[in-house]
């Protein structure tokens, strides 16, 4: 009886435990809730730089909405620098009226109207990285305006902040945004000088890791001190490496927003940039002018199965599971147990890139079923391994479903 007492207590104890720990690896502070899967989106800078308008972001957002980019899930059309030009009298950020004649309130209502969501740019110094007025000093005051023009989503830079703390700086911002009273998903963009990684959780719902992305599949140039200047696409990739256990969700790392049909890349490279970021649970923000877009950009940047992949519930990041020279493979765990999987060949030629079970994290006795996510096709099941010819820079994606 007693035996049968301390049984019944230890399984009472045991079902509280894991109550518990599932509470709390999924429980989110508010900040966090805001972005249970990566933001996808659209932003001005990587195409149009300082040369926004009203009449552009109201023809992105009509594009957005009409070109099978909302259904497959982006939602943010994101203003980047260069839409304030001073503060008034009392302090208010002053938007540039030739530009946006009628207001950003007319704007932030003209996105919504679209089914989507209004995006904004400012930053944490005096100044942001293109010299119009920053918010350091004004951070409530700012967040009480955004929230006033229906604002749902902040990109903030570190531009012009001298020695200012940046965990001091993204805190204040976040409470300024809390306050407001208006959801606002917060982008940090303090290009991981101070390992944003480590403490930016339950602060901001992503964090750039790096300095910008540049419309190439890798840099060439060197700045005189031998750092790197304009970071291509496989620089940025290589960065990421080691940063997987810090993104969950409400939490990402931030790779920054993609280039995909800027021009810089061909298709297949573009294929890679999209797929990896995918894999990474990294934003999709697009950045390229999606209204004279070809068919083949807007099939990728419109690939559900590799969009999925991104946007997989469990919130997991990938992460490269194999090196040798020039060919990879990467690996996600996904919410149904699967393993997005990317083989992917830096090379110049075409290559062979096979991948044995173990490496994703399964028995080789499993036999699983193979999807190929840019064919659309089943490949069949196999045991223990896959092999499939990677074009040069290009992927392969798949998903293996035991
Ligand atoms: C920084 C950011 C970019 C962009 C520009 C705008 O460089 O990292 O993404 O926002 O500023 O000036």
Redesign the pocket.
């Known amino acids: 009886m007693e035996g049968m007492r301390r049984k019944g207590k230890a399984f009472y104890l045991s079902l509280l435990g894991a109550l518990l720990s599932a509470i709390s690896s999924t429980a989110q502070t508010p900040r966090e809730s805001l972005a249970p899967t990566p933001p996808m989106g659209w932003n001005s ?1 990587n195409k149009f730089a300082c040369n926004v308008s009203e009449d552009l972001m109201k023809s992105v957002a009509d594009a957005v909405a009409s070109n099978g980019m909302k259904e497959a899930g982006y939602q943010y059309v994101v203003i ?2 260069c839409w304030q030009v001073d503060r008034d009298a009392d302090g208010n950020i002053v938007p540039d009226t030739r530009r946006f004649p009628s207001g950003m309130k007319a704007l932030g209502d003209y996105i919504h109207s679209k089914g989507l969501k209004f995006g904004i ?1 400012s930053d944490a110094g005096s100044g ?3 010299n119009r007025p920053g918010s350091q000093g004004h951070e409530f005051q700012d967040a009480l305006m955004y929230a006033k023009w229906g604002v749902d989503y902040l ?1 903030y ?1 570190w ?1 012009h902040t001298e020695t200012r703390n940046a965990q001091e700086a993204y805190s204040t911002i976040n409470r300024a945004l809390l306050a407001s009273g208006r959801p606002i998903v917060l982008s940090i ?1 303090e ?1 991981g000088k101070n390992q944003p990684w480590l403490w930016s959780r339950g602060i901001g719902n992503l964090w ?1 890791t790096t300095d ?1 992305i540049s419309d190439h599949w890798q840099s060439k140039k060197r700045w005189p001190n031998g750092n790197c200047c304009e970071m291509g696409m496989v620089d940025i990739l290589d960065l990421q490496v080691g940063l997987e256990s810090f993104a969950g969700p409400g939490h990402w790392n931030d790779p ?1 927003m993609l280039e995909v049909g800027n021009g810089g890349m061909t298709a297949t490279e573009y294929r890679s940039h999209f797929s990896l970021w995918a894999l990474l649970a990294a934003p999709l923000m697009a950045g390229n002018d999606i209204r004279s877009m070809s068919a083949e950009t807007n099939e990728i940047l419109t690939n559900k199965e590799v969009i999925a992949v991104d946007q997989d519930p469990l919130g997991r990041e990938g992460r490269r599971v194999r090196k040798e020279g020039d060919l990879e493979v990467w690996s996600k765990e996904m919410s149904d147990g699967s393993r997005a999987v990317i083989l992917f060949n830096r090379g110049s030629a075409e290559n062979e890139i096979r991948f044995t079970w173990d490496e994703i994290g399964y028995p080789n006795h499993l036999s699983a079923k193979v999807r190929d996510l840019w064919e659309h096709r089943d490949k069949g099941e196999f045991k223990g391994s896959y092999k499939a010819n990677v074009p040069s820079h290009g992927v392969v994606m798949l998903r293996v479903s035991p």
């Open positions: 800078w980047d620098d740019y942001t990285c293109q990109k830079d531009c963009c290009w750039r910008d920054d």
